[in-house]
């Protein structure tokens, strides 16, 4: 080998050493791989940020928001009510969202199906209270094994289709691909399902703060109006779009009418409900149930989406002593009062009556531009900034039409995946379905970093020849040996290579290796192609080998080691099951 190959390799493999590591944050490694690479020649200067500009790197950015714009819009929620009201059991969840994901991936590309789920996974979360790392993945790996069952699962499937028509001048058909994908996509279901606990549990780093600010018991208004979904219903009936976390401490009919909250008082237009409980939960009740908690008033964004903020009331507020009412709020600030916690206390009376104190939390909602002004004005001090979505407007189910659109134009061929999905971020934007002060938070910066960087470092085995030498190795070693061997080692090869180059280039590579090593032994070349179509679409190894393994890293706050924990048996259990079924479905 050359001392540039050499350089590369080594240059590689000290990365993977930092990631396992772990000392330094994944996107401080990546940046400093590429430093390195770029100082010992490897990396021209002139393409040293050419990963910036790969489509990986927008795809993932851009599913990132629209996931995120997916999850905003309360229509997860909604179907989790609707189609899976009683999965309260981790497992259970675990299994209902890998097998949607891995259906949905064998006729979809596999990073929409997962921006779909994504949002429920966090719903399922919050339901069973664990971290969302449970769940994320073991989906993120169902999303890959669904992709192996047809034609336009996976970009490899695709790709050595085309290898295969330039051969033997026939390609492979859509479900060629689905009896061994099949029987990987089952087995590997199984699996998860039954070994999730492999996986430590892990916690985003970003969302520590959050987490700090523990407020479970805010008082919140709500008003039923007309096209509420709970008019003539019961109260349990609106308790369970809380999932036992929130209570009405009070109903009020009619002015002077206190109703007590007996589960099943049927509620009524006009009625007036306080509700207690934690910010997402009141969130959720008031969205799906489509409950008023500003009544009459308009919201208070003015020409701007309305912003909601939580405050504490400090000790020289003008708020103290007063009320929503008495102070005017609304009038004088154009602010509308949504909710208040008072720590040890529950509160009773109407929101608007609440005399309020110092230490009180209340979230106030108003112009983003002057609600910072306004909070000054009146002497509380805002927490740590989180979304607060109650009384925020919803676009119901615009979100999932934008992601829709953009699968469909993917899947007919329309656009390429890239443009897709960044015109359906952009859409998210243009319909309001994400606020632009929250566009830039939800695009999780230092996965985007990570990627930019590795792209020019990993290309260097390319671009070294490194990889041309060590698949003269493979081929020299693998001349001796039988079908399963064979079958086996091309496998695994593909599986090594594909974090070094995207699978598609993969199997640009391995391919040829592989129909050479099957015309040396005088076998037909089928079942050689699809080990490297499988190989190549199954890196559980690394996060960076596939977006749909990146684009979960960041929001389960996984480490790079976590990913062999889960990934490495599930690698094996992939080339068990499918050396013997290739050589059943493709015989040689």
């Known amino acids: 080998?050359?001392?540039?190959q050499l350089m590369s390799l080594a240059v590689i493999v000290l990365m993977m050493a930092a990631f396992i590591w772990g000392?330094?944050?994944?996107d401080l490694v990546a940046c400093g791989a590429l430093i390195v690479a770029v100082a010992a020649g490897i990396v021209p200067q002139a393409e040293a940020f050419s990963g910036f500009g790969d489509d990986i790197v927008i795809i993932v950015g851009s599913a990132l928001l629209v996931s995120a714009g997916v999850a905003r819009s309360g229509i997860m929620e909604y179907a989790i009510?609707?189609?899976?009201?009683?999965?309260?059991?981790?497992?259970?969840?675990?299994?209902?969202?890998?097998?949607v994901v891995t259906l949905l991936s064998a006729f979809v590309k596999n990073i929409g199906a997962l921006a779909i789920m994504i949002p429920i996974a966090f719903q399922f979360a919050r339901r069973s209270n664990?971290?969302?790392?449970?769940?994320?993945?073991?989906m993120a790996f169902g999303s890959l094994l669904g992709g192996l069952m047809t034609l336009v699962g996976t970009s490899p499937n695709i790709v050595v289709s085309r290898v295969r028509q330039e051969m033997t001048g026939e390609a492979f058909s859509m479900f060629d691909f689905t009896p061994v994908g099949a029987a990987l996509a089952a087995a590997g279901i199984v699996f998860l399902v039954l070994f999730y606990w492999l996986l430590p549990v892990r916690t985003r780093a970003?969302?520590?703060i959050h987490e700090a600010i523990d407020i479970d018991n805010y008082v919140t208004e709500a008003r039923i109006v007309a096209d509420s979904a709970v008019v003539g219903k019961s109260l349990a009936d609106l308790l369970k779009l809380g999932g036992s976390r929130a209570v009405v401490t009070s109903i009020l009919r009619s002015r002077a009418l206190h109703i007590t909250p007996f589960p099943d008082v049927v509620l009524r237009e006009g009625d007036i409900l306080l509700i207690e409980g934690a910010p997402d939960v009141l969130d959720r009740m008031v969205a799906q149930a489509k409950l008023s908690v500003t009544g009459s008033r308009a919201s208070a964004g003015g020409q701007h989406a309305a912003a909601a903020v939580e405050a504490i009331i400090g000790e020289n507020s003008s708020l103290i002593g007063g009320s929503a009412q008495r102070l005017a709020l609304y009038d004088r600030f154009n602010v509308n009062l949504l909710a208040v916690s008072r720590k040890g206390e529950r509160i009773q009376e109407r929101l608007g009556a609440v005399t309020l104190r110092m230490g009180d939390v209340v979230v106030l909602q108003g112009?983003?531009?002057?609600?910072?002004?306004?909070?000054?004005?009146?002497?509380?001090?805002p927490l740590a900034e989180r979304p607060i979505l109650l009384g925020s407007v919803r676009r119901g189910i615009v979100p999932l039409a934008i992601l829709t659109a953009a699968m469909a134009a993917t899947a007919f061929g329309l656009l390429p995946v890239p443009l897709a999905f960044f015109s359906a971020a952009v859409a998210m934007v243009l319909f309001r379905v994400i606020p632009m002060r929250e566009v830039y938070g939800a695009i999780d910066g230092p996965i985007l970093v990570m990627l930019a960087a590795l792209i020019p470092v990993s290309d260097s085995l390319r671009r070294t020849g490194a990889t041309d030498v060590i698949s003269a190795w493979l081929a020299e070693f693998a001349a001796g040996l039988p079908p399963a061997g064979a079958l086996t080692l091309i496998m695994v090869v593909a599986m090594a290579v594909t974090p070094f180059l995207n699978n598609a280039a993969t199997v640009l590579v391995v391919a040829p290796i592989a129909a050479g090593f099957?015309?040396?032994?005088?076998?037909q070349p089928e079942a050689f192609l699809m080990a490297v179509a499988i190989g190549a679409g199954c890196d559980f190894l690394t996060p960076i080998g596939h977006q749909c393994n990146t684009l979960v890293m960041g929001p389960g706050g996984y480490k790079f080691s976590d990913y062999p924990r889960l990934g490495l048996p599930l690698s094996l259990l992939v080339i068990m099951v499918a050396v013997p079924m290739l050589l059943l479905v493709w015989p040689m």
């Not at 000392?23 to 994944?26: E, G, L, S």
């Open 1 to 4: 080998m050359t001392t540039d």
């Open 23 to 26: 000392r330094f944050r994944y």
């Open 206 to 208: 970003s969302a520590s």
């Open 367 to 381: 112009n983003p531009q002057t609600l910072p002004e306004i909070l000054r004005e009146l002497g509380c001090l």
């Open 518 to 523: 099957a015309s040396s032994l005088g076998y």
């Open 81 to 99: 009510q609707r189609f899976a009201p009683d999965v309260s059991s981790v497992r259970a969840q675990l299994a209902l969202l890998v097998i």
């Open 130 to 138: 664990v971290s969302p790392s449970v769940f994320l993945m073991p």
